[in-house]
């Protein structure tokens, strides 16, 4: 089993900036690619980012990669989620996920949920 804490959200102003937080714990987190995910207040859930605790592949939905930013803290077991530039439409819950490979996570192929951190932009 594998558990997944978010942390990081809160309230910003158009225009600021984020780091998102997910510690990964359990015998078996470092078999699992990372993801994040985000939904909005009545949409769906959204693919973010996706990677593996190497580095060595990386996935960002098309319309976000530039102002967002996923990398690792082995050290820390920790994922994170950088956000700049943060803009009205970003406000969403984000969810941390674990999959059998970033390609997969790209995919919707989601093993593990964490409970999600709130982040909500204001104009």
């Known amino acids: 089993q594998v558990q997944l804490v978010e942390s990081g959200g809160g309230l910003v102003q158009a225009g600021g900036s984020l780091r998102l937080s997910c510690a990964a714990s359990g015998r078996a987190f470092s078999d699992y690619a990372m993801g994040w995910f985000r939904q909005a207040p009545g949409k769906a859930r959204k693919f973010v980012a996706a990677?593996?605790?190497?580095?060595?592949?990386?996935y960002y939905a098309d319309s976000l990669e530039g102002r967002f930013t996923a990398s690792t803290d082995n050290a820390k077991n920790t994922v994170y989620l950088q956000i700049d530039s943060l803009k009205p439409e970003d406000t969403a819950v984000y969810y941390c996920?674990?999959?059998?490979?970033?390609?997969?996570?790209?995919?919707?192929?989601?093993?593990?949920w964490g409970q999600g951190t709130r982040v909500t932009v204001s104009s």
């Open positions: 996920a674990a999959g059998e490979s970033s390609a997969r996570l790209r995919n919707f192929g989601v093993d593990y």
């Open positions: 990677l593996n605790w190497s580095g060595t592949s990386r």
